[in-house]
């Protein structure tokens, strides 16, 4: 089966740097996606990883472990408008190019 | 950049009504688009990939006579929820894939259609 697992919640400061893990377990692997979901809308692109390492664009990173299932987005010099949900996505490569997404995290950034 | 449209933006029906919800990709074509439900506070759940001149394939435990799914050309995919009842009401999203990519490459998402069944 298909299982995407991130926490929940998570609470930071304005100016900390925050990160959200991701753990995976699908039938394939075809990449995986960061997404930011601001509450009433519709998801927007983050970044993608489908190699091992770090992929940095801006105050967002992301990294991947494809032996360890794992991934991570890294978030820097927090802004309230952070604030948002981040979906965990990975295409299994099951054919037609579908994505899985895990449920998830919602970041609350605080003054 | 790649722009998805959706219309209706929010739409509500009555019980036993159907509903139709058009996704268009304005600036590039889209061979497959991807069709998810979202309720509150809760992640997308994939409900059925949608293939341009073909049948849309359906996730588990969709069912496929409820929402029908036509992607005529390759920039214009339909969700049709036909007799919609309450508990059909959520947040409807497409996403489109643009055909030029290789691999799983990004989605591009429409801005979600809000559904509301009395």
């Known amino acids: 089966g298909q299982n995407i697992d991130q926490p929940t919640e998570m609470t930071a400061t304005e100016g900390a740097i925050v990160q959200i893990n991701c753990t995976y377990q699908t039938s394939g692997f075809n990449g995986l996606f960061w997404y930011q979901q601001h509450a009433g809308e519709a998801p927007t692109f983050l970044s993608y990883?489908?190699?091992?390492g770090l992929e940095e664009k801006g105050r967002f990173s992301s990294f991947l472990s494809r032996s360890k299932g794992y991934s991570y987005l890294l978030l820097k010099e927090l802004q309230m408008k952070d604030s948002a949900s981040y979906l965990c996505a990975v295409s299994p490569n099951t054919g037609g190019f579908k994505t899985i997404f895990g449920a998830g995290t919602r970041l609350f950034v605080k003054a | 950049g790649a722009v998805v449209s959706q219309h209706p933006s929010w739409v509500i029906c009555k019980s036993g009504t159907s509903v139709k919800i058009e996704c268009r990709s304005l600036d590039f074509q889209a061979t497959t688009m991807f069709w998810y439900r979202q309720f509150p506070k809760q992640s997308l759940m994939l409900m059925a990939t949608s293939n341009e001149g073909s049948k849309a394939t359906y996730e588990q435990g969709v069912e496929k006579d409820k929402f029908l799914i036509n992607h005529a050309s390759l920039t214009l995919s339909t969700l049709t929820v036909t007799s919609a009842h309450p508990e059909d009401s959520s947040f409807y999203i497409c996403?489109?894939?643009?055909?030029?990519?290789?691999?799983?490459?990004?989605?591009?998402f429409g801005p979600g259609t809000r559904l509301t069944v009395l």
């Open positions: 996403s489109a894939r643009d055909k030029r990519l290789a691999g799983a490459g990004e989605q591009f």
């Open positions: 990883n489908v190699l091992d």
